[in-house]
T-cell receptor
Framework: DTAVSQTPKYLVTQMGNDKSIKCEQN?????MYWYKQDSKKFLKIMFS???????INETVPNRFSPKSPDKAHLNLHINSLELGDSAVYFC?????????FGPGTRLTVL | DAKTTQPTSMDCAEGRAANLPCNHS???????VYWYRQIHSQGPQYIIH???NNETNEMASLIITEDRKSSTLILPHATLRDTAVYYC??????????????FGKGTLLTVNP
């Protein structure tokens, strides 16, 4: 069974559209994250949630709104998509020792 | 979290040991050394971590110098599937399960047949 899963794997959309990426973990972890990996391959944290509560928000534009309906899910909604939002987005969950990453969602904004 | 410095790229022959260095000269006493890797088009994968003693698991060994200012990740018998970007990260474990990993540029290890 996949520990951290994301859907969709690929997402191609036009500028100005609104889109969502879903993430689920079946590890029983309390903490989940969203990371962004840009075209230069830098991997940076965007948000973290602990038990459905926002803990880390790394100065991400407010067009990005994470939502955690329960501690096993952390979805990322993006409004008014821009060209610069094109990237691979990774979801992760963690216990104290290590983080587990999902397979990534490649978002392309045209 | 302390900053790390790694070579941009390294090559290794298949079946040989791959030794990946990392400098973390500003590491503080309560910070651990972590290694993750990212195989092309996949999410990062945890490899190993340590504080000051050498560590070994089924994937790799971690050698940390006595002054803790540098470390080496060792893949004892590299395979083609070990080709990936390897990230050395230092982090403080005091934050419980909620913490951010600060990824640098990492080292692209290419294992050649």
């Amino acid at each position: 069974d996949t520990a951290v899963s994301q859907t969709p794997k690929y997402l191609v959309t036009q500028m100005g559209n609104d889109k969502s990426i879903k993430c689920e973990q079946n590890l029983g972890h309390d903490t989940m994250y969203w990371y962004k990996q840009d075209s230069k391959k830098f991997l940076k944290i965007m948000f973290s949630y602990n038990n459905k509560e926002l803990i880390i928000n790394e100065t991400v534009p407010n067009r990005f709104s994470p939502k955690s309906p329960d501690k096993a899910h952390l979805n990322l909604h993006i409004n008014s998509l821009e060209l610069g939002d094109s990237a691979v987005y990774f979801c992760a969950s963690s216990h104290e020792i290590r983080q587990f990453f999902g397979p990534g969602t490649r978002l392309t904004v045209l | 979290d302390a900053k790390t410095t790694q070579p941009t790229s390294m090559d290794c022959a298949e079946g040989r040991a791959a030794n990946l260095p990392c400098n973390h000269s500003t590491i503080s006493g309560n910070e651990y050394v972590y290694w993750y890797r990212q195989i092309h088009s996949q999410g990062p994968q945890y490899i190993i971590h340590g504080l000051k003693n050498n560590e070994t698991n089924e994937m790799a060994s971690l050698i940390i110098t006595e002054d803790r200012k540098s470390s080496t990740l060792i893949l004892p018998h590299a395979t083609l599937r070990d080709t990936a970007v390897y990230y050395c990260i230092v982090r403080d474990l005091s934050g419980g399960s909620n913490y951010k990993l600060t990824f640098g540029k990492g080292t692209l290890l290419t294992v050649n047949p």
